[in-house]
């Protein structure tokens, strides 16, 4: 039986940045994807980026090393930068050489001070030794003094900070309903990576409420398109799958069901005033969600239509597209009262508004 090995999925883009940008060896990137560092070596050839010359071996004799060492009393950072090579290196031709090193440096670093540079300000040990004129493992034992814990290997080779998502059901079951409507997800090493692109400014600041507080929001706009991106830790592997229906535990919850349909509703949903009439609706290709959004409101209580909007093949469309949609005055009342507290899009709550308006208006006119 011939076995067949799945291809690790790498795009070249990021083993660009990887590897070219941040000066990972091979080593480093292999273990982010949990793959042998010989996988992307082949990926490197593959993508003709070029490989990094592997350095020379440094040769500094032991006069040398009395020399700067001993006589001039340089730190093993100094020498190294002198010799182009890592100070670690400098620590082994010392022991290979049998001179003594030096007790680490006695130089103590406020908490609050350490924290700043490492924690805030995420600057990595070396830079940290550089500014207070002294080595690496000075540094790492005055963090291992303060209990400062290291950053991982994942969070060491990322640029911003992630935050790990909050655990309210009520806003994973709005993101849910966000994702499945406009965002594409993939994951990236232990990266979840949100990509969508828009016209709409609204659009843009309502992803940016949503995700900035938990990692690293990006957007850039070219013509009329804003093209946006945002970069999530773990946590948020939730996004991922883009599943064809609801999650019982969303519709087994009146909360979470309308929270869901709110995160629905931003994407895709549309509030509006035709003819002098209040409508909802929302249209897409997700046959299986809109019916079950359709039955779950009929089961509540506020009656809307389910059915086909258009054919594929019109206007460039290659899939059928549904809809859901009500115009009755009193459920229309009930179901803006129901999402109330879940939508978030400024241009959609402002639409519910006058729309709600639009029907108080009628009612006083014709009545209920």
């Not at 899009?345 to 508004?353: G, I, P, Q, W």
């Amino acid at each position: 039986m011939v076995i067949k090995i799945k291809k690790i999925n790498i795009p070249k883009k990021e083993l660009e940045k990887m590897y070219v940008n941040k000066i990972l060896s091979t080593y480093k990137i292999a273990k982010e994807y949990a793959c042998d560092p010989t996988v992307i070596q082949n990926r490197l050839k593959e993508y003709d980026i070029p490989r990094r010359i592997p350095k020379k071996r440094i040769s500094i004799s032991k006069k040398e090393l009395v020399n700067l060492y001993l006589k001039k009393k340089l730190s093993t950072y100094k020498i190294a930068k002198l010799y182009n090579c890592r100070n670690s290196t400098i620590g082994r031709k010392l022991e290979e050489s049998k001179i003594k090193t030096r007790r680490l440096e006695k130089i103590e670093i406020l908490k609050g001070e350490l924290i700043y540079l490492y924690s805030k300000r995420r600057l990595p040990l070396s830079k940290i030794a550089k500014k207070f004129n002294c080595s690496i493992a000075t540094i790492f034992k005055n963090m291992k003094l303060h209990n400062i814990k290291l950053r991982t290997t994942s969070e060491a080779c990322t640029k911003y900070l992630k935050k790990d998502f909050s655990g309210d059901l009520e806003e994973k079951a709005y993101l849910i309903g966000f994702r499945i409507g406009d965002l594409h997800a993939k994951r990236i090493g232990s990266i979840i990576i949100l990509k969508t692109n828009t016209t709409k400014t609204e659009q843009v600041e309502l992803i940016r409420s949503l995700f900035k507080k938990y990692g690293h929001f990006y957007t850039k706009k070219h013509n009329s398109v804003f093209y946006t991106q945002c970069q999530m830790n773990n946590s948020f592997s939730f996004l991922l799958p883009k599943e064809n229906y609801i999650y019982n535990w969303i519709l087994g919850n009146e909360k979470y069901f309308f929270s869901f349909l709110a995160g629905y509703t931003d994407a895709e949903g549309n509030i509006g005033i035709y003819s002098n009439m209040a409508k909802f609706r929302l249209r897409s290709y997700d046959k299986k969600i809109l019916y079950q959004i359709h039955n779950k409101l009929n089961i509540l209580g506020i009656k809307t239509n389910f059915g086909l909007e258009s054919r594929s093949g019109i206007r460039n469309q290659n899939q059928d597209c549904w809809g859901v949609y009500t115009g009755n005055k009193s459920y229309l009342l009930r179901l803006f009262d129901s999402l109330e507290p879940y939508l978030k899009h400024k241009k959609r709550r402002n639409d519910m508004d006058l729309a709600r308006l639009n029907v108080i208006e009628r009612n006083l006119k014709y009545g209920a």
